[in-house]
């Protein structure tokens, strides 16, 4: 319902319940216990054909203040949003991608939403709940990260450390989760109901939604498309295996390629990943030939790469988002459409887009607010939670791993 | 509720209600309303604890005959079930991989249905629907093959063209689809709600099924994993592209893979792929090198190929299934199992299990057999099938096709 009313905008109880399909008894019992909660609150009371007076509802924005942080290797980004997740205030730290101590990275963390919080002048007191997304491997029931291959961390009980330091409900996933989250309430999940939604910065991996089930997998870790081969036994790739995707398109992978094409290029001395990526979109602005064979080369990667997701899925709409497509879309994105048809399988073709991410703002920390809002009503007992348990099940084979 | 008592076998109206999660009203009407048709019978009358006498009900098999059959290019399998789905009969014709024209693969498919019908002595006034499965990109809610690359159809309406011939309600999809819904009801589905099944052949594909969804894609085209990348520029396969995982673990892939091990083998001078496999499996069971080092190098293939799946969907279970596999299991799938861990995260592999399927018989034709099941149902009114067509949806960017 909630995320009905974020599609809708102010609603009456007969939208709500032709939106999402409940019965209209259902609607109202629901709306009765979220306007007792203070969660919507009544926008206008409008009257039909019949001249009989209803009630359009909406989120109580100021019921609350949400933390959405995106941690990355190379930054934190920490958004501030009211309860109808409209941003308040939002501030972005470097992390220096060269340190992995956990200390080191948790003070990045909490500086950052405490710089956030400042930014906008927000009481304490009426944050609901802060949700943290962290690199790797993330088990959201238990909190944990499990596995983040940049700072070599294992089984981190993150969520229990940050709830400590900031006493503040926590929540933490994986980027991909969030991703996906933002992209099926906020981007082109509004029109479809499968998608992915892929996201490159120094790692890349893919969030997907089927059918309106946001594909998490059996142990929270779907979405590893970074880490499928490109080509076997290609480059050398982070994760032990080689000629994985992450390894050509990830922002090292950019460097790897042009260092491939030309080994002085300026652009390679530079400090960090993102100021390559920086020099590389103003060397395009100015017409550098080699960052075009860079980009034409990458595009090329890119759109095989998609092209596999597409012919084993088949779903009708990727988007980009990360730092790296934002940096590089407007020459990155044509590359890839260029040469998509080439990989794509003609019967998964028809009405395919691949385009830009048009999530507002940070869609891993947009997402992460989605999901902690969720926790949050969770906890006023208003909604339960989609299922999040990893299902094992009986073995019915001697398992691999 | 099908699918129920398919899982549970006799069951009671509480049993079936706690089963499907539907409410004991629910049910009681849903069983009423199947009992009138003749769908389910009562198999037992029990007591409870109490006394209280109350009915076990069951699929009533001789309610009608459903025929399923697996369209592939070397053969087409035809099975007939009675209304419970177990086999009645069952009669496989070789197709000539060679022959592609129209009238010949018809002629096919018609004559492998009638000889199963007359090997079972079935009379035709009982069998509700067949259920043909077509490789190749197949519209289902159409009745069409869209593409089948090896005898290179575009756009035949072959549901209306065997329904015709047969004078019986046909319904034609996609083998991965068929594959995956009979792994749903009768193998790996038993325990877990998400998995993948590998079919190998002449083609290769995987059927998908995420949280219970049967994955069929925008266009019902998803699972065309063996046209996912394995090798960028790789060897080139019949879908155009280079590289792709079909080109090394399909049938014609192993030849191509024995060809580069030793030209002059005996098993490549066999007439048809089936042959060829026969042949390398009587080799391997002798104990042949070069055919051991065949299955290392197909195995690798192959790891790395589930791999990506793996990575990408972080599903808790694949099978593999098909006449390839089926042959060469015994060789094959410890090949696999060996390589696997060297290329599936390590955050996925806890609990993972490969395996051949353990579905019954011919697993693509008792998919098809359901679903003709499940299209009966609706016929008469008892089921409503699971949304089937595809979802264009509003366009946010510019088409790619
Ligand atoms: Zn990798
Ligand atoms: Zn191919």
Redesign the interface.
């Known amino acids: 319902m909630l995320h009905a009313l974020f599609d809708l905008g102010p609603s009456s109880r007969q939208e709500l319940a032709r939106h999402t399909g409940l019965s209209q008894a259902t609607v109202t019992t629901l709306v009765g216990e979220f306007l007792a909660e203070g969660v919507l609150h009544i926008a206008a009371m409008e009257r039909n054909a019949v001249g009989r007076p209803y009630e359009r509802l909406t989120i109580n924005a100021d019921r609350g203040r949400v933390v959405g942080v995106d941690v990355a290797e190379t930054y934190v980004d920490a958004t501030v949003y009211d309860l109808a997740l409209g941003v308040l205030g939002r501030h972005e730290a470097a992390l220096d991608e060269h340190q992995h101590d956990q200390a080191y990275v948790i003070d990045g963390i909490v500086g950052a939403i405490e710089a956030a919080l400042d930014a906008d002048g927000t009481d304490r007191d009426r944050i609901v709940g802060v949700g943290v997304s962290m690199p790797g491997?993330v088990q959201h029931d238990a909190g944990v990260s499990?596995?983040a291959p940049n700072w070599n961390w294992h089984d981190v009980h993150i969520e229990e450390l940050l709830a400590e330091r900031l006493r503040l409900p926590v929540y933490v996933d994986n980027p991909l989760k969030a991703a996906i989250l933002s992209e099926m309430w906020f981007g082109?999940g509004r029109?479809?109901?499968?998608m992915a939604v892929v996201n490159i910065g120094t790692g890349v991996g893919?969030g997907?939604a089927?059918?309106g089930?946001l594909?998490?997998?059996?142990?929270?870790?779907?979405?590893?498309?970074g880490?499928?081969?490109?080509?076997?036994d290609?480059r050398p790739c982070r994760?032990?295996?080689h000629?994985c995707v992450e390894a050509y398109v990830g922002a090292p992978g950019l460097e790897a390629t042009l260092a491939e094409i030309d080994p002085s290029h300026p652009a390679l001395g530079r400090p960090g990943q993102r100021d390559f990526v920086e020099s590389v979109a103003g060397g395009l602005a100015a017409g550098d030939p080699v960052l075009r064979e860079l980009v034409r080369r990458t595009g090329r990667?890119l759109a095989?790469?998609l092209?596999?997701?597409v012919?084993?899925?088949?779903?009708?709409?990727v988007t980009l988002t990360g730092w790296l497509p934002e940096a590089l879309a407007p020459w990155l994105v044509p590359a890839v459409?260029d040469e998509?048809?080439?990989?794509?399988?003609?019967?998964?073709?028809?009405?395919?887009?691949?385009?830009l991410s048009?999530v507002p703002g940070n869609a891993v920390g947009l997402g992460m607010a989605a999901f902690t809002l969720e926790q949050f009503l969770a906890r006023l007992g208003l909604v339960s939670p989609a299922?999040t348990r990893p299902?094992?099940?009986?073995?019915?084979?001697?398992?691999?791993?």
Chains 1, 2 share one sequence.
């Open positions: 491997h499990v596995f082109v029109v479809v109901d499968s893919a997907i089927i059918e089930t594909v998490r997998g059996s142990t929270n870790n779907a979405g590893e498309w880490h499928t081969l490109l080509m076997l290609g994760c032990g295996r000629g990667c095989a790469a092209g596999d997701l012919n084993l899925l088949n779903v009708p709409k459409r998509l048809p080439r990989h794509v399988l003609p019967g998964s073709l028809p009405g395919l887009t691949v385009e048009e299922r299902q094992p099940g009986a073995q019915t084979a001697q398992p691999i791993g």
